[in-house]
């Protein structure tokens, strides 16, 4: 395996959390606001492993991505604690909107979820950047 594999792989991720975005504003055009919020979701959780990956940890679980993530970068103070609290709802709706026998997500419901995804995405990748760049200085 390469050196630099966990970056690359943290920076591939990212691109897959983008593209996971991308498909909820595409259901969301088509009016599949179900669909909407779980791919909203698939964002934030591809963006969080996208950091993970630059600390070498991932989980197979979404519990445990979410835990490793709450770890390392909520309480070293990386990512608000207010990303922590929209994580957890998140989840809450999708398990909700894949699961739920009789649940409607709305319109509203799932434009807020794309701005919170967009929201979260914009600040992982900050965080992104910015370790990578103080990584590349410590190695000089």
């Known amino acids: 395996m390469k050196e630099n594999h966990h970056k690359d792989l ?21 009016g599949f606001y179900k ?8 964002a934030i959780l591809t963006a969080m492993r996208a ?7 991932d989980s197979k679980r979404h519990e ?9 970068f ?12 929209l994580i957890i709802r998140m989840k809450r709706m999708r398990e909700d909107a894949d699961y739920g026998d009789y649940v409607e997500v709305t ?4 434009t807020k979820e794309i ?5 979260f995405l914009k600040k992982i990748e900050e965080v992104l950047i910015k370790l990578l760049a103080s990584n590349s200085n410590k190695k000089q």
């Open 10 to 30: 943290a920076r591939h991720r990212l691109e897959r959390a983008y593209y996971n975005l991308s498909v909820a504003r595409a259901n969301y055009q088509q």
């Open 35 to 42: 669909d909407t919020v779980t791919k909203s979701y698939y």
């Open 51 to 57: 950091l993970l990956a630059l600390f070498h940890i």
């Open 64 to 72: 445990g991505v979410i835990t490793l993530f709450h770890k390392y």
């Open 74 to 85: 909520v309480k070293e103070n990386l990512v608000s604690k207010e990303f922590n609290k």
């Open 107 to 110: 319109k509203e419901e799932a």
């Open 115 to 119: 701005q919170q995804a967009e929201k």
